[in-house]
């Protein structure tokens, strides 16, 4: 029904920038708030990033001020711009969607597959 699929990642040294993208298919009239996770290995995942509808935003307290989230709703695609990367934003990122509303009606909590962002010191 729907898909969302993450795209962009890499390997960048430390101190440099990265945009990863995630892309949502599938016969969608709205999403609701898309966010960004990420997963080190050994570690649980975490929020990063969140985006209203309305296009408000909010950020973990670790990347504020060097990420960026943004939304381009006629494309149904969320945006990460990570700039001044260092080696412990090493992780695989991850969209989600906290709700999407379909022509039939809404569905859940819908998860990407991710994509490795690697930041060598």
């Known amino acids: 029904q729907v898909q969302l699929v993450e795209s962009g990642g890499g390997l960048v040294q430390a101190g440099g920038s990265l945009r990863v993208s995630c892309a949502a298919s599938g016969n969608i009239f709205r999403i609701e708030d898309m966010e960004w996770f990420r997963q080190a290995p050994g570690k649980q995942r975490e929020f990063v990033a969140r985006?209203?509808?309305?296009?408000?935003?909010n950020y973990a307290d670790s990347v504020k001020g060097r990420f960026a989230i943004s939304r381009d709703n006629a494309k149904n695609t969320v945006y990460l711009q990570m700039n001044s990367l260092q080696p412990e934003d090493t992780a695989r990122y991850y969209c989600h969607a906290d709700q999407v509303f379909l022509r039939h009606g809404p569905v859940y909590d819908r998860w990407g597959q991710g994509t490795q962002v690697t930041v060598s010191s």
């Open positions: 985006i209203t509808s309305a296009g408000i935003t």
